[in-house]
Each structure stands twice: as C-alpha cells, then as structure tokens.
C-alpha cells in the first residue's frame, strides 16, 4: 500500500472521488489531458506522468485528507468541506455533477401524506441525513430543536416509518418523487470544488501545478456544449454572412491563396448549429466543417 506522506515532493497528490461523482470526473479529467487508467477494485488511478499520484476515495472523506495534507488537492463537494468543517484553500468551482451541470441540492424532504409543511413543523420530530452537521446548524438558524440522526444510506426509505423527515442530495429530484417523497425545502446548493492544502499552497513549486491542473479543467469545462466551424466563401459576402455570427469574439479571418475566397472561423454554441449552418450556407459559405472543443482557455 502507498503511503501517501512518504511521496517525493515533486509529485502532485490528488484526492478524486469515488462513486457517483466517479465517471463525470475521469471524463472531465480526459478532456483537459489528463488521461487515467483505472483497474478493476484498484484504488490507485495510474496516468503516465511521474509527477502526479491520485488516489480514487469517498467525496464525503476528501476535504478532512486535504486538510491534513494526505493530498494536495481534491475535487470534492462544497457541501463535504462545509459538513467537515475543513480549513482548506478553495481555489475555484468546477460546474458538473454526477448527471448535470446544475449544482447538487441538499432538501428537506417527506412523505407526500406528512403534515409538515414548514421548518417550523419540525419542532421535537426526526430527521435522518449524511450531514449530520449542516442539517443542525439549519436547524438552530430557524430555532428548532429536532433529533438528528446520522444516515448510513438508502435514506429515502427511512421516512416515515423510521424517522419523520429526511436531509438529502438530489440534481433532479426522481429519486425523492419514486420513494413518495415530497420536498419541504433547501438547505444548500452545492457544485464540486477543487481544494488545496493550505501548506501546499504556500509551496511555490506545488502552487503552479496546482494552478496549470486548475487552468486545464476550468478550460475542459469551458468547452462543454461548444464547437468549432470552419467555412469558405467569396469575400463581397463576407458582409453578409456576418449578420449570421454569434460568436464568442470577433470570427478569425484568413485569406485563401491567390484567391478573392476568405476563410471564416468561430466558435459556437452546439444547440444553435442545426439553426445556423443553413443560415450561413444561404449567405454563400461554402465547404463548411463543425468540429469538436476538448479545451477553451480565454
């Protein structure tokens, strides 16, 4: 077993999760370059870069690793560093999740049939969560004392006949509605973090890492849902074709050798493209290409 502490200081460690956030996450970490392999029951993802280590463990658990510097940094949940009460450098947020690039919700939720409607209605009653912590700090916010119970999982299940409400994570809410759940209200909004021990961070050496591993990311993100398109036409249309671009910035423009043809380029959202080709194609673009983003760094 790799003792975590005892790696050269050159090396990068990086805490990713496991489970839900799992596939999302070695997607987003493919687009930006880094590329993993994961074996089958292996808690060690491999990558062919000596200066980089990660370890594959419960989102739940990474800020309290982060924190005590077993790693240096962690892609992990707001809601997990605020349930841990870890004092971390949160360096910037990464919008996906498991299923979305919505944030995660933690809601109160009940049996369709229950009579609580309100915060208030919790007065003496139980309620069933992961954060144990968030949910009673909630609660002492709007003055109600209610037991909380520390859930193991399954959850949904646990209402009414174990307890009277439950806290839990939801993106959509099918799962609360299929258990015969209704939501009551939310108690936080949550997205994946990436976090950084603080001593890490003051390491100069380990700073820049950090920032190039964030820079690659963030850029894998910005590319989601974008695509690139390429096209030729005769110059006296480019006027035209203009009134056509929704593009990030203004289109690149080249001119085509010992032609009067220019070549146009943009960038765009992949939902307007079925729109927009025709349109360009009708404003005289020609030989027109749509090609996929990994990465958009402005």
């Known amino acids: 077993m790799t003792n975590l502490k005892e790696i050269d200081d050159n090396v990068l460690k990086i805490g990713l999760p496991k489970g839900s956030l799992q596939e999302s996450t070695f997607r987003l970490l493919a687009k930006a370059g880094y590329h993993f392999t994961i074996s089958e029951r292996s808690y060690f993802p491999s990558i062919e870069d000596d200066e980089i280590l990660a370890i594959l463990i419960r989102a739940q658990e990474i800020a309290r690793y ?16 605020l349930e841990n009460r870890a004092d971390v450098i949160e360096i910037d947020e990464l919008t996906y999740s498991k299923t979305t690039s919505r944030p995660v919700r933690w809601v109160l939720a009940v049996p369709n049939d229950s009579e609580i409607r309100t915060v208030q209605d919790l007065q003496g009653k139980r309620i069933a969560t992961e954060i ?3 949910t009673r700090d909630w609660l002492k916010n709007h003055h109600i004392q209610a037991e909380v119970e520390f859930s193991w999982g399954a959850t949904e299940v646990k209402a009414p006949t174990l307890v009277d409400a439950i806290v839990d994570v939801t993106e959509t809410g099918s799962s609360l509605r299929a258990n015969n ?20 961070w003051m390491d100069a050496k380990k700073r820049e890492k ?5 820079m690659m990311l963030q850029a894998a993100l910005q590319s989601e ?22 593009a990030m910035k203004k289109p690149t423009i080249s001119y085509l050798y010992g032609e009067d043809w220019i070549a146009v380029e943009i960038i765009v959202d992949e939902n ?27």
Request: glycine share 6%.
């Open 132 to 134: 144990v912590n968030l």
């Open 66 to 81: 982060v924190q005590d510097g077993v790693f240096d940094v962690g892609l992990t949940g707001k809601d997990w560093i």
């Open 210 to 214: 950090i920032e190039n591993f964030n």
């Open 272 to 298: 307007t493209v079925r729109k927009l080709i025709p349109s360009l194609k009708r404003a005289g673009a020609q030989d027109i290409i749509e090609y996929p983003l990994n990465k958009v760094i402005y």
């Open 181 to 200: 759940l209704r939501i009551v209200d939310t108690l936080l909004e949550s997205r994946t973090m990436l976090i950084a021990n603080k001593k890490s």
């Open 225 to 246: 849902g974008k695509v690139g398109l390429k096209m030729n036409l005769p110059k006296e249309k480019l006027d035209a074709l203009m009134q056509h671009l929704p």
